[in-house]
């Protein structure tokens, strides 16, 4: 359970970034144990989720890998302590700076998205006469059950190589100078809480893999992506998603070739539920048929309820009033769909009191814009407020 230290948060600017990091320290440790088993497991973590650098510090002490999907994600990674042999770098439009930025690092491998992009990883690998390690990332055409915007998997999204273009796409890769394939990478989308999902994605990938074995195909790197959902109802109940069952879900159905190594790039199951929105309410709103407590924190602070329709726990943590109120929590911003959650009961809340915007540590700080020429907010963690 997350401790909020009250009596400092006062004296701070609100909206800000709360980071336990203790919480975030026992799920790596989580991470750490669960696959301490397999010598050939995996984890990079993906930084698009959290990249706030004090993070990515700790994250890259407890020997995780790195997840890009940009140059400046790949840079990032390196100024916080991930090994170049550890960073993968995945994206549909990676730009011909980035690319040579990855080459220029020799970073682990390249996750590439299409044939069209392998003859650009070609070209410019051979501009630095250099030899660049590259998996195909193939769209496995399978459903995740989690939020249409969030799906990465089906035929009809952006992502990855089509699966029957699979054996074409290993072909070109292979006969490319500057070009050493290594593996395949699948992603089906994210908040996935059905292991089945994952379940399905590994006998697809069983199946591809013994196809491709009949034709004389060996893969020596599965990454199977990440997606890990984490419980947005009751984050103080289960502020570590349950990675025991999510790396045995691909222990027990996924079938390794010998010596095969397997990647996982997790990102919001390392970091969600660390991360809070602390916010002031302004001041409370009484409407024709509702109140409103109106806050300081907007969408241009946490974009998902107004992106997704996500729902986010709210604590008031000044109030100790026993009185339960009904409110529509709303922030600043000229958009109707500036609202936090609607209808919800808190304890009777007046100006001044501080509310803490739960499982924020994933997709929140990093999606915050200035619209409305807002500041930005500030991620402060556990050590910096004692």
């Known amino acids: 359970m997350i401790s909020y230290p009250i009596d400092k948060f006062k004296n701070i600017e609100t ?3 709360y980071y336990d990091t203790d919480i975030l320290r026992n799920t790596l440790q989580t991470i750490v144990e669960e696959t301490k088993q397999s010598a050939n497991y995996h ?3 993906a930084i698009k989720a959290n990249a706030n650098p004090k993070i990515l510090k700790i994250i ?3 020997g995780l890998g790195a997840d890009c999907v940009s140059g400046n994600e790949v840079s990032a990674a390196l100024a916080a302590g991930f090994p170049a042999s550890k960073i993968v770098f995945a994206g549909v439009a990676k730009t011909d700076r980035e690319i040579l930025n990855g080459i220029d690092n020799d970073i682990f491998c390249f996750n590439c998205e299409s044939i069209e992009e392998l003859h650009i990883i070609q070209e410019l690998a051979a501009s630095r006469a250099k030899t660049v390690r590259v998996a195909l990332r193939i769209n496995p055409n399978v459903k995740a059950d989690t939020h249409a915007n969030i799906t990465t998997g089906l035929a009809e999204n952006k992502f990855g190589i089509p699966l029957a273009d699979t054996e074409h796409a290993i072909h070109q890769a292979e006969q490319l100078p ?6 395949l990478h699948f992603h089906i989308g994210s908040q996935i809480l059905n292991i089945s999902d994952f379940t399905a994605l590994a006998k697809r990938i069983n199946e591809l893999q013994e196809h491709l074995e009949g034709q004389g195909v060996t893969i020596k790197n599965i990454n199977v992506g990440g997606g890990l959902g984490i419980d947005y ?4 109940q289960t502020p570590i998603p349950d990675f025991k069952a999510y790396f045995a879900t691909f222990a027990e159905t996924l079938i390794l070739r010998e010596n095969q190594q397997v990647h996982f790039e997790l990102g919001r199951s390392v970091v969600g539920q660390m991360g809070t929105l602390i916010a002031r ?3 409370v709103k009484k409407g024709t048929n509702k109140k409103f407590c109106i806050i300081d924190a907007g969408m241009s602070d946490l974009i998902r309820p107004a992106l997704y329709g ?4 709210v604590k008031n943590i000044s109030s100790a009033s026993p009185e339960i109120r009904k409110y529509d929590v709303v922030g600043p911003i000229c958009e109707s769909s500036d609202v936090f959650v609607k209808d919800y009961e808190m304890p009777e809340t007046h100006r001044g009191d501080l509310l803490a915007i739960m499982s924020a540590g994933a997709y929140g700080e990093v999606m915050a814009s200035q619209y409305n020429c807002r500041n930005l907010p500030i991620g402060y963690t556990t050590e910096d407020i004692k």
């Open 281 to 283: 309410t302004i001041f």
């Open 178 to 183: 500057n070009i050493e394939f290594i593996g």
């Open 15 to 17: 909206p800000f970034y």
């Open 43 to 45: 984890v990079h973590y």
């Open 60 to 62: 890259a002490d407890y």
């Open 310 to 313: 996500a729902v986010h726990k």
């Open 233 to 236: 109802a009751n984050p103080e």
